[in-house]
């Protein structure tokens, strides 16, 4: 077979650990073989991130928005314990967080969905992706106690000085205060990467606040994502089949548990912190998860949503046998390169990512699997493979659907 040609190169971002062994054992077996793959690479493990000052990291990140499709492998975000092991010059800040700063973009998580990993919600056939806001609200508050007695209220105070007061509350005893903040620029960026992902991925979308109760607050998120789909998207959701769609944020929680899954659910920043846990635990695995960040402009960046499995690293390095599931890792390349081949109009590209992810669902709907699923999964008897092993049974799949 010839090797599928690329014409623009993606962004290859390298990472730490277990996924970076992971990472490399993909690349040799299951893309190399098969694609004349075009990358422009940037090493983002920790030790080059600490040599260059992070500054591989914002080299990255401005790849992508010259290009437009990047694939990153997890990355160790420092701590004191890291600081020592690594020797490091700064406790560096997370490269993910780096990243969605300069890209401005949304975090898409979805599930992957396979026979033999059952969700815990019996009704969910189809996966089901958060889209969580990543700015403001409770995470930029600012909280105050209130000793006793007395007047607390909000006060803006313009460039021109003039005031505006409202009243939070006349205390006759202690208690606490916490005020709050958005910006429409933010909320903005956020509505137009959910209505792109939405057609891009031809699926509902939903979006959910608790307007009733926070009228001018949680209104605006309404209200902005409800202009922007009337002046920009309206048309293109109608032709494309799908709907957007706005309710309580209870009301949503109820149809979520009763649905089938198969659309993207747009959450403020504390609703899709909480919810992003609850819909991963309950379809199975962490290490079942893809994300995939979507900025405004359109650059995208794939992923695994799960970290870089320490704990497997360190029985490697002693040499032990490791069996960590590459699915999610996997599932960040045909991410990136589905969307590389869509863009540069080479569809052999996207049929090749589409068979690869048929290939790594085959081989656990077979009984082969990492032991992650082998604990969890509803196939009787399943074969538990090491790391290697694993990827190497995908690649027989991928050889013979080929
Ligand atoms: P983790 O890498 O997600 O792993 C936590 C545990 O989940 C593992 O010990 C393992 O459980 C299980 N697990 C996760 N992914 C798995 C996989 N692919 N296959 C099998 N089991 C899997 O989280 P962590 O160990 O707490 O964090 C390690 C590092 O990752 C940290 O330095 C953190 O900063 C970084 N991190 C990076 C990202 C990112 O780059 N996006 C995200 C999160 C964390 P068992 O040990 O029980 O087998
Ligand atoms: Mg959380």
């Known amino acids: 077979m010839e090797k599928i040609k690329m014409t623009t190169p993606l962004v290859e971002m390298d990472g730490d650990e277990m996924t970076r062994i992971l990472w490399k054992m993909i690349k040799d077996e299951l893309l190399l073989p098969f694609v004349d793959l075009k990358t422009e690479y940037y090493d983002l493990g920790l030790e080059e991130r600490n040599r260059t000052n992070d500054q591989v990291t914002i080299d990255s990140a401005n790849a992508t928005k010259k290009y437009g499709v990047a694939v990153k492998c997890a990355t160790i975000t420092p701590n004191a314990a890291r600081m020592t092991e690594y020797n490091l010059k700064e406790m560096w800040k997370s490269p993910n967080g780096t990243i969605r700063a300069m890209l401005d973009g949304t975090v898409f998580r979805a599930p992957i969905v396979v026979k033999g990993i059952e969700p815990n919600v019996k009704t969910w056939a189809k996966p089901i992706t958060i889209a969580r806001h990543a700015y403001g609200d409770v995470y930029k508050a600012t909280e ?173 390095l002693k040499g032990e046998e490791t069996s960590t599931n590459s699915v999610a890792t996997i599932f960040a390349w045909t991410g990136a390169l589905r969307k590389r081949g869509e863009l540069d109009g080479i569809s052999e590209l996207s049929r090749f990512a589409d068979k690869l992810e048929e290939a790594c669902l085959k081989t656990i709907e077979s009984g082969k699997m990492t032991k992650d699923l082998a604990l969890i999964t509803t196939i009787e008897n399943p074969t538990v493979l090491n790391s290697e092993g694993f990827i190497k049974a995908i690649r027989e799949e991928l050889t013979a659907i080929l």
């Open 144 to 316: 105050m106690k209130i000793p006793g007695a007395g007047k607390a209220e909000l006060v803006y105070t313009a460039e021109d000085g003039t005031e505006v007061r409202e009243l939070i509350h006349n205390f006759t005893g202690a208690g606490v205060i916490q005020g709050q903040h958005n910006l429409d620029d933010s909320i903005e960026s956020f509505a137009h990467s959910c209505f792109k992902y939405a057609l891009d991925t031809k699926q509902d979308l939903w979006f959910a606040t608790k307007d009733t109760i926070s009228k001018k607050y949680d209104h605006t998120f309404k209200d902005i994502f409800q202009e922007i789909f009337d002046a920009d998207y309206k048309d293109e959701f109608e032709k494309t089949g799908i709907t957007y769609f706005y309710t309580l944020i209870d009301d949503a929680v109820a149809r979520v548990m009763k649905s089938e899954g198969g659309f993207i659910w747009a959450c403020k920043n504390y609703d899709g912190d909480v919810m992003s846990d609850m819909i991963s635990s309950a379809f199975g695995s962490l290490a079942m998860m893809t994300s995939v960040l979507v900025s405004p402009n359109g650059y995208y960046e794939y992923e695994a949503a799960h970290g870089t499995v320490q704990r497997h690293y360190y029985k490697h």
